[in-house]
T-cell receptor, first 114, second 114 residues
C-alpha cells in the first residue's frame, strides 16, 4: 500500500534554531518527492521537488534530502524565523503508468517561538 | 494577481442543500484539481481535469460533480450536502498532469454543514 509517514507530528523550536523534519515512504514505483509548506488558513505552497537522481535540493533556508534506497527524505530548516510556523507536508508521486497519483503525508506542524 | 483563486472562502449551509465552489487559475496551466482536506489534515484528490477533460475521478460520491467550462476554471457542485462533507476544499492547478510540475493551490474553501 502506498503510504507516506512524517515525523514528528508536531515540533516547537526557538527562533534562530535549526530543525529537521522526516518523511518515510513506501510508494512504488517512485516518481518524485515534494515538500510543501501550508500556513494556517492557506493552501500548500511548493518548496522543493526531487526526482530519483537528486539527493539534495535547497530553496533559501530550506534544504531537502532524499535517500531513494532507504525511501527517506528530510527537510532541514536553517536559522528558523517566526514565519516558518506552518504545517510541512511531504508528498510522493507514484510513477507515470499509474497516472501520477500523489500520496500525501499528514504533515508536521512546526511552531517557531520567540 | 492571485494565481489560483477560489470562492467562497467560507461556506456554512444546512444538510440537504446544494452548493457550488468556484475556482479560477490565471497561470495558463492545463491541469486543474479538487482536493479535500479533512480534520486530520490529510489532503485527498477528488478530481483532476486536463484541458477540460476529466482524467481522475477518485472514489467520490456522485453528489459531487465538477464542471470545467474552460481550462482556466474548474467549479465543484455538491448536491444534497451531508454532515460528513464538512472539510476544507482546495482547488489546485499544474502545468501538466504528472511529471515534475508543482501544484499551485488556492487558499481553500471551508465548508461547514449543519
Amino acid at each position: 500500500k502506498n503510504q507516506v509517514e512524517q515525523s514528528p507530528q508536531s515540533l516547537i523550536i526557538l527562533e534562530g534554531k535549526n530543525c529537521t523534519l522526516q518523511c518515510n515512504y513506501t510508494v512504488s514505483p517512485f516518481s518524485n518527492l515534494r515538500w510543501y509548506k501550508q500556513d494556517t488558513g492557506r493552501g500548500p505552497v511548493s518548496l522543493t521537488i526531487m526526482t530519483f537522481s537528486e539527493n539534495t535540493k535547497s530553496n533559501g533556508r530550506y534544504t531537502a534530502t532524499l535517500d531513494a534506497d532507504t525511501k527517506q527524505s528530510s527537510l532541514h530548516i536553517t536559522a528558523s524565523q517566526l514565519s516558518d510556523s506552518a504545517s510541512y507536508i511531504c508528498v510522493v508521486s507514484v510513477g507515470e503508468k499509474y497516472g501520477n497519483k500523489l500520496v500525501f503525508g499528514a504533515g508536521t506542524i512546526l511552531r517557531v517561538k520567540s | 494577481d492571485t494565481a489560483v483563486s477560489q470562492t467562497p472562502k467560507y461556506l456554512v449551509t444546512q444538510m440537504g442543500n446544494d452548493k457550488s465552489i468556484k475556482c479560477e487559475q490565471n497561470l495558463g496551466h492545463d491541469t486543474m484539481y479538487w482536493y479535500k482536506q479533512d480534520s486530520k489534515k490529510f489532503l485527498k484528490i477528488m478530481f483532476s481535469y486536463n484541458n477540460k477533460e476529466l482524467i481522475i475521478n477518485e472514489t467520490v460520491p456522485n453528489r459531487f460533480s465538477p464542471k470545467s467550462p474552460d481550462k482556466a476554471h474548474l467549479n465543484l457542485h455538491i448536491n444534497s450536502l451531508e454532515l460528513g462533507d464538512s472539510a476544507v476544499y482546495f482547488c489546485a492547478s499544474s502545468r501538466r498532469e504528472g511529471g515534475n510540475s508543482p501544484l499551485h493551490f488556492g487558499n481553500g474553501t471551508r465548508l461547514t454543514v449543519t
